[in-house]
């Protein structure tokens, strides 16, 4: 009876509970309390206990007082039920579809940013919200829904596509605040997965033109690990979004975008891949004001050399030394900005347009220099002794000159020999005989050198007045001798007594005139004509084809 009664009642409470379940509010058996409680704290409950497991990292989806109140109460969310039947039995280590049709992954993009762009590094950084959509249909659910955005933990909870950028130095998802994930599952099964990437890819540049170039960057997608036969990509309804602030740089100008899809076979298998080609032409205002403008003063610079005095050496030198100089400087530090390539860029033909002219201003500086230094033709110089140009003294009237018959005849070798000392005893009331004999007295006195002063021009007057009136103060030595003497030379019509040394340079130098092949003036003209006028030639025909090189040559 006992136990019959037991059994009896046990049915009774189970039938009770039953009944306050379904009609009134449930009892509290998590909290262990008999009393029944109210919605709000049941609800109130419901978020505490989630918040409480997610801060401990358990998940409350599988915790048991979460599924009683979740099954009890199923009207608080509906939506956790849906996930919740989603996920079961799900396995997201599959793809969809698994042993049949590959998984098509439709990929669209929107550009935040792009750049900058390295000519150094060839490369170049894109800011990008990257979305992939497929479908898979283990996710499925009732149409009476909306479109369901989870939270990004929800993502590793199920399937995902194993793409990336093959031709990147680096790529990385932002995740500031949180991670920058969408995940939108639509009752049909569509998943669209986006996330916000930074890429920097390489970028191979030709620099033939720069910098008027124009240049082609590219982002290739692949899958990593599905081959074509598990996974294609494919480009979507308006792949490629932009607008004009995100794609606005500050050395180049977006042109265009083009985008396409290809295979590569590799050692382990076929890959679906996609491409998207950025068009970027190169701003030529930068350059233009940092060195096309200062080279081409530089050179208008050097050209002040041939308004310059061709006698105003240092300051020529001094000018077109400079311009070279800084030629040099502005070319190094140009350079120095961009990556050390073999081929020759259309700066550098017009930097070395420049250098030509401006050092051809310093040779031009250097040949009027030389050529502005007279030169003269060679003259023989006459010896002691030398009989060419000379001819033997008359022979002296011993009727007229007594004293001197002794020494009556021609000189040695046909020089004529002049004694002073007897033209004093003839001419001692001469006051320019007696100051020539005062230098030729000193001159023999004090030097070893059988030179003497030269007479000046009255003395030599005074010397050919005195043969026409047969009074020749010419002595005539047998032999040649060391003593002072001077030379006799043939005139025209009478004979000149030389003058001493220092004397006679002067009359040379302004006797012989200089030996010039190119007119040293001409030179600055021609100059001051030919150098504009090529340059402005040479740089017309330099931008006429650098500019007019179409892109398709790129």
């Known amino acids: 009876m006992n136990k019959l009664a037991l059994g009896s009642t046990r049915i009774v409470t189970c039938l009770m509970y039953v009944f306050i379940v379904i009609n009134c509010e449930p009892r509290d058996a998590v909290m262990g309390k008999d009393a029944l409680i109210s919605k709000a704290e049941k609800e109130a409950y419901f978020e505490g206990l989630i918040d409480g497991l997610s801060k401990s990292g358990q998940d409350p989806y599988y915790h048991p007082d979460y599924s009683f109140l979740r099954k009890n109460m199923p009207e608080l969310h ?76 929800f993502l590793d909870k199920i399937w995902q596509p194993d793409t990336y950028f093959p031709e990147s130095y680096e790529s990385k998802k932002q995740h500031v605040m949180i991670p920058n994930i969408l995940l939108r599952i639509k009752p049909g099964g569509e998943v669209l997965y986006s996330s916000r990437v930074t890429v920097i890819a390489k970028c191979p540049m030709k620099l033939t033109y720069f910098p008027m170039d124009v240049q082609k960057c590219k982002l290739l997608i692949e899958a990593f690990g599905y081959t074509s036969k598990d996974l294609i990509l494919q480009w979507g309804d308006n792949p490629v979004e932009r607008t004009n602030e995100s794609v606005k740089l500050a050395q180049f100008e977006f042109i265009n975008l083009m985008t396409r899809q290809f295979f590569l076979n590799f050692t382990t298998g076929n890959f679906s891949d996609l491409e998207v080609e950025f068009t970027f032409k190169r701003s030529l205002i930068y350059f233009i004001i940092q060195t096309y403008v200062p080279s081409t003063l530089i050179v208008i610079l050097s050209w002040v050399n041939f308004w310059v005095n061709r006698h105003s050496v240092p300051a020529r030198a001094s000018l077109a030394i400079t311009t070279v100089l800084t030629m040099i400087t502005l070319m190094g530090s140009t350079n120095a900005a961009l990556p050390r390539v073999s081929s020759i860029k259309a700066l550098d033909i017009y930097f070395g347009i420049c250098f030509f002219y401006v050092f051809g201003a310093l040779v031009e500086f250097a040949l009027v220099c030389y050529f502005n230094k007279p030169r003269y033709a060679p003259r023989p110089q006459k010896t002691l002794f030398e009989s060419s140009k000379t001819r033997p003294c008359k022979e002296i009237n011993s009727k007229s000159h007594p004293k001197n018959v002794n020494s009556s005849k021609q000189c040695n070798g046909g020089v004529s020999i002049l004694n002073p000392f007897s033209l004093a005893r003839e001419n001692q009331t001469s006051p320019l005989m007696k100051r020539y004999l005062s230098q030729v007295s000193a001159s023999h006195s004090y030097s070893k050198s059988p030179e003497i002063p030269q007479p000046s021009p009255l003395l030599k007057r005074y010397v050919s007045s005195a043969e026409h009136s047969e009074m020749s103060p010419c002595i005539i030595e047998p032999q040649p001798i060391c003593t002072p003497a001077v030379y006799i030379t043939e005139t025209s019509h009478s004979e000149n007594v030389s003058s001493p040394p220092t004397l006679k340079r002067r009359r040379q130098r302004r006797r012989r005139r200089p030996f010039r092949t190119v007119d040293v003036s001409k030179i600055d003209l021609y100059s001051r004509i030919m150098f504009p006028l090529t340059y402005v030639i040479i740089c017309m025909v330099y931008w006429m084809v650098y500019l007019g090189v179409s892109e398709t040559d790129f």
């Open 78 to 153: 509906p939506v956790s039920n849906v996930l919740d039947e989603l996920l079961f039995n799900y396995d997201n280590r599959l793809r969809p579809n698994f042993g049949g049709k590959p998984v098509i992954v439709n990929i669209t993009m929107n550009i935040d940013s792009i750049g900058p762009i390295s000519e150094v590094d060839m490369n170049f950084r894109i800011d990008i919200s990257f979305r992939q959509y497929w479908v898979d249909d283990r996710l499925k659910f009732n149409d009476t829904f909306e479109p369901l955005t989870v939270n990004h933990k």
